[in-house]
């Protein structure tokens, strides 16, 4: 095969497999085709640190742009995260101290180079250039653009015709991350469906102050572990890419069937042609679904954290989810019942609902009663319903189909 067949053959799939739209496609592919080192821009929003499956669709194309020989540009939104960044939500989010925004940074950044090549990638904080940034400077980057240009945005416009309320910070938004896109002179932006606006005032900025305008590159937004809305930390129905293998793997086996052969299109490398005969398979009847879960569990651990911890993530999960047993190695709590209960007995009266709390299973009492009522709790293999409970000294506790504790009374012990 020919060296122009091979290169077009591989920008049909970096601008194919995982990618939900391209501003503009034809412009794209004659940056690549040019051999010109494009600058690809990723910004994050340091109000929250965490990374999930959602995030890495647009990460791993990041770093196959970065294996054909491109640069990535990490703009740290520190700026941003301390004046409150509303990021396309419908509520805004709160302002940060600089000790904030770096910790969370440091935490993205250590997740972030689990899937981007850090050799490859140039970090910017957009203090570099926001610091110095004078009333002038802001009067002048918000007289290029209207206000019935900002309420196009669809988040600004709903909210806007329910009559709910929209910071002026909100409308300034997308014109400083526009900005950024003029300060590193970005080729090429990444990120989810639900950036467009900001990509596209990104490219407008730059066609104003004589730059090329950068090409948009969004990727679809992967559904979330609910089966039904995006991977959000906030819906809690993500996986995390810092957790464990064990509930990296176990979160993947508990995704809805139908979303297998998308997760295996957007956050693994298994190839087209076997996607297509795991479709004609699962179609068919001739592979169970857990049987492909079960190598998709293991592609992703694999990714995260290298093919040995996929094996034993595996080995965890039939033996403790399938097999029902219990695991060999378990979290250990040292508690004073007394903190949880009046009674002071061989066999003692515990709240759970508190004990879930203390030993930081659950947010709140609430949402530890809503575990008990639907039946995720249980104490050395039983069920409980009732948030009021008799626990034996040395007990053991499960929450969910992964969580084990064994709960020692340190009231007890001389």
């Known amino acids: 095969m020919k060296t122009d067949e091979l290169n077009t053959r591989a920008i049909d799939c970096l601008l194919k497999r995982g990618v939900a739209e391209i501003i503009m496609e034809e412009e794209i592919r004659g940056l690549l085709r040019s051999g010109r080192k494009l600058r690809l821009k990723e910004g994050f929003d340091p109000s929250f640190p965490g990374i999930h499956l959602g995030h890495m669709v647009a990460l791993r194309k990041l770093r196959q742009f970065q294996e054909l020989g491109h640069q990535v540009i990490l703009i740290v939104g520190d700026w941003t995260a301390q004046i409150g960044d509303p990021s396309g939500v419908s509520v805004t989010r709160p302002m940060l101290s600089a000790e904030e925004v770096k910790a969370n940074a440091e935490t993205y950044m250590k997740q972030f180079f689990k899937i981007v090549d850090k050799e490859k990638t140039e970090v910017r904080w957009q203090s570099e250039w926001f610091g110095g940034f004078t009333l002038a400077d802001v009067i002048r980057l918000t007289s290029k653009f209207t206000v019935a240009q900002m309420l196009a945005r669809d988040d600004f416009s709903t909210r806007y015709n329910a009559g709910r309320p929209i910071a002026v910070t909100e409308l300034l938004y997308p014109l400083l991350q526009a900005y950024d896109s003029v300060a590193i002179q970005a080729d090429v932006e990444f990120g989810g469906t639900d950036q467009k606006f900001n990509f596209l005032v990104g490219r407008e900025l730059q066609s104003m102050v004589g730059q090329r305008p950068q090409q948009c590159f969004m990727t679809p937004l992967l559904v979330g572990t609910d089966g039904s809305q995006k991977m959000s930390k906030s819906l809690g129905n993500y996986i995390g890419v810092d957790e464990s293998p064990e509930e990296i793997y176990g979160k993947v086996m508990s995704i809805r069937d139908d979303l297998i052969l998308q997760y295996f299109e957007l956050v693994t490398d298994v190839p087209d042609e ?126 969910g189909k992964r969580r084990f504790a064994r709960v020692i009374n340190t009231d007890r012990i001389k």
């Open 274 to 399: 076997e996607l297509a005969e795991f479709g004609r398979e699962l179609v068919g009847g001739s592979t169970h679904p857990m049987e492909m879960k079960k190598r998709l569990a293991r592609e992703l651990v694999s990714q995260l954290h290298g093919w040995e911890a996929a094996n034993e993530a595996e080995a965890y999960f039939t033996r403790v989810v399938q097999n029902k047993e219990v695991p060999e190695e378990i979290e250990e709590f040292r508690i004073s019942f007394r903190d949880l209960s009046s009674e002071q007995m061989e066999v003692t009266g515990v709240d759970i609902s508190k004990l879930l709390v203390v030993i930081g299973w659950a947010k709140s009492r609430s949402e530890a009663n809503r575990l008990i009522t639907q039946g995720a709790v249980s104490i050395d293999g039983e069920k409980i319903m009732d948030s009021m409970v008799h626990i034996k000294i040395d007990s053991i506790i499960k929450a």
